[in-house]
């Protein structure tokens, strides 16, 4: 996409450039209640007071028309009566000006007199306007009445320009009907009144007749000065009444959300903190009113809910020390029972075929009861928060050698071959290496144990700032939904199954706390019929957040991996591999140790919780379907298994 094309590189730029000076403004309404309903208060007091205003100037706008044109229209009836007066009786003209009853000049000068004595009686309060009937030509100019072009014998008072002030739509309604007309115009003066600007006016007109009998029309011009001025004056008034109004509201608002966001905020300050663990923390109390309730209510569930945290803690502190307790004790009976059962261990072969088998089942079970008496220390000691961790610099390689030659004998007995990927780098990582090894034993142990027999690939890696350490195995994998329960503690796939082999059901609860302590994670992939996989991710450096893991918690040799190779290859047209046999081990589905070495980091999913066994391998969104079988879990696999009873009984759980 070009450079400046709608949606390019450009206009996402200016996008920015816009957005960044207004997320602190953004951020701010958000996070401010009390800021928002100022607002709002402002907003919908200036749409009552602008609402009331239009009302209130269109209301006086209305009142002051309707008085002057009743006024002006009394005012222009009374001169129009009397302009048809003096022309009925021409005689009662007086002065120089008073002749004969002629035509030509001397009704001309009749008019002028006329005009001059219609305006005399206005004051300023109106002008008067003569114009001849008929079509337009050089009227005669008389002193003291200007004469116009185009209209036939214009005169006016007050230095008036007839043509100009009297709108010809106003003109064709007198000259076409009889009557009084009247619209809103502007007095427009001619060069004699100097730069005397347009008013606005309202013009009175009607159709008479001069001494002659012949027509002409009569014009009365009201000046509206008078009501603009008032009414200007009105929308100052209301304008700053307005300002006043709004600005006094907003205060009232803003005081009075103040009195109830205040103490909310503090109510929230004070959540904040006893989320924290600052149990004291309570609201300051003050008054009789709603808020004040507000705050004893919230200062009694404080109260409340330090007791109750107070109570379990203490009940689990107990818990703890009972266990620990118990378990202490334990060892000294468990170590003379231990005595005296090796003794009867030793001499079974002078017993009786029931007796010797017997001695050797107590034997095997007390071995199961010192493990369960180790690991519930062990678990005892992290719900106290008194593990911890000896971190230094470690070659992962060793601990993986030291952990497959103590699994060797039972992978012999097993018929399982355990094969190493990814050995050829070293693998360093700031870890405990005790930890590190007793949660890659467990997973080694478990996998030869539930591997049916075929191979099981330990695989390592490192990238970016983590190094991973994969466990897979071929045996009858993880059922779907068992993926997240499988690391709980005593917890088995069949719960109708009593413990009386397998480990000790809490080894897989050990190793996940071991990985949360080194702020890692642990996670399980498996699939019915296809095997299982665990991955354990740690940080290459202690204290380092995890943003991935270089190993895909999903194998590449899954169902649905070579499910859709085989569709891909179908597509392209090559033969596509067969799966392997169910019933003869598996041991050639593994993949090039490149595709281990080299793996990128796999972005995290924020939502994951270390050791819960959810997935963190991005996927494409048509891919979502075919795998979503593929997030398994299994049975309890926790600890190490007894062999001899696992040889009778058969395997237990995990």
């Known amino acids: 996409m070009a450079d400046g094309a709608p949606g390019g590189p450009v206009l996402r730029l200016f996008v920015r450039l816009v957005r960044r000076p207004l997320l602190p403004a953004v951020r701010l309404w958000r996070r401010n209640i009390q800021l928002r309903v100022v607002a709002a208060t402002l907003l919908m007091s200036l749409a009552v007071v602008l609402s009331l205003g239009f009302v209130v100037i269109a209301q006086v706008s209305k009142g002051l028309l309707d008085a002057k044109e009743e006024a002006a229209q009394s005012q222009a009836a009374g001169g129009f009566a009397v302009a048809q007066e003096k022309a009925n009786t021409p005689s009662t003209v007086d002065g120089p000006d008073a002749t004969d009853n002629k035509v030509g000049r001397d ?30 030509g050089q009227s005669e100019g008389q002193p003291g009445g200007p004469t116009v072009s185009g209209v036939k014998g214009a005169r006016a008072s007050g230095n008036v320009d007839p043509t100009a002030s009297v709108p010809p739509q106003l003109r ?11 619209t809103f115009s502007q007095i427009k003066y001619t060069a004699g009144a ?52 709004v600005v006094l509201l907003g205060a009232i608002a803003w005081l009075v959300v103040r009195q109830v966001v205040t103490p909310v905020r503090m109510a929230a300050g004070i959540a904040e903190r006893l989320s924290a ?11 009789e009113d709603d808020i004040a309730r507000l705050g004893e209510a919230f200062n009694k569930m404080a109260q409340n809910l330090q007791l109750k945290i107070q109570q ?7 818990q703890r020390r009972f266990v ?6 334990l060892r000294t009976p468990l170590t003379t029972v231990r005595m005296a ?16 088998r017997s001695a050797e089942l107590l034997a095997g079970q007390l071995d199961r009861f010192e493990s369960l008496l180790a690991d519930l220390l062990e678990i005892s000691r992290f719900d106290a928060g008194a593990a911890a961790l000896e971190a230094e610099p470690i070659d992962l390689r060793e601990v993986v050698r030291r952990v497959i030659d103590g699994a060797e004998p039972l992978a012999e007995h097993k018929g399982t071959r355990i094969r190493v990927l990814g050995d050829t780098q070293p693998v360093i990582a700031e870890a405990d290496a005790r930890r590190v090894e007793r949660v890659l034993r467990n997973l080694v142990v478990n996998a030869v144990e539930h591997g049916e027999g075929r191979d099981v690939v330990v695989r390592l890696a490192s990238a970016g700032g983590a190094v991973a350490v994969a466990v897979r195995d071929y045996g009858v994998g993880l059922k779907p939904g068992e993926a997240t329960r499988v690391f709980n503690r005593f917890w088995r796939a069949d719960p109708a199954r009593a413990r009386t082999t397998g480990g000790t059901g809490l080894g897989l609860s050990i190793a996940v706390e071991d990985a949360r302590l080194h702020g890692g994670w642990l996670q399980a ?46 597509g392209a047209g090559t033969p596509p591999q067969a799966p392997p046999a169910p019933g003869r081990p598996d041991r050639s589905p593994i993949p090039p140790r490149s595709a281990v070495a080299g793996a990128l980091p796999v972005p995290a999913d924020p939502t994951a919780l270390p050791g819960n066994g959810a997935r963190v391998v991005a996927r494409p969104a048509d891919q979502a379907a075919d795998r979503a079988a593929a997030d398994r879990a299994s049975a309890d696999r926790a600890g190490t298994a007894d062999q001899a009873a696992a040889q009778e009984d058969g395997a237990g759980g995990r």
């Open 277 to 287: 663990g600052r149990l004291q923390e309570r609201m300051k109390v003050t008054g």
């Open 341 to 356: 059962a090796d003794v009867i261990h030793d001499a079974r072969v002078d017993f009786d075929p029931i007796t010797a």
């Open 525 to 570: 992939w498996g699939e019915p019929g296809g095997g299982s996989q665990f991955r354990l991710t740690l940080p290459r450096t202690a204290d380092e957040p995890l943003r991935g893991s270089p190993i895909p918690l999903e194998p590449e040799d899954s169902r649905a991996n070579r499910a859709r190779a085989a569709a891909d290859a179908a």
């Open 194 to 245: 100097g730069d005397k600007a347009p008013e606005p006016a309202l013009v009175v007109g009607k159709r008479l007749t001069d001494i002659n009998g012949d027509p002409y029309d009569l014009y009365y011009l009201f000046p509206l000065t008078q009501e603009e001025e008032s009414l200007n004056l009105i929308k100052v008034t209301i304008a700053t009444a307005g300002v006043f109004v």
């Open 324 to 329: 620990s307790d118990v378990s202490h004790e």
């Open 312 to 318: 379990l803690e203490d009940l689990s502190r107990m």
């Open 172 to 182: 064709r309604e007198v000259n076409h009907a009889t009557g009084t007309f009247k």
């Open 107 to 136: 009704a001309s000068t009749w008019m002028n007199s006329l005009v001059k004595q219609l305006a005399s009686g206005g004051q300023t309060a109106f002008e008067v306007v003569a114009l001849g009937a008929g079509p337009g």
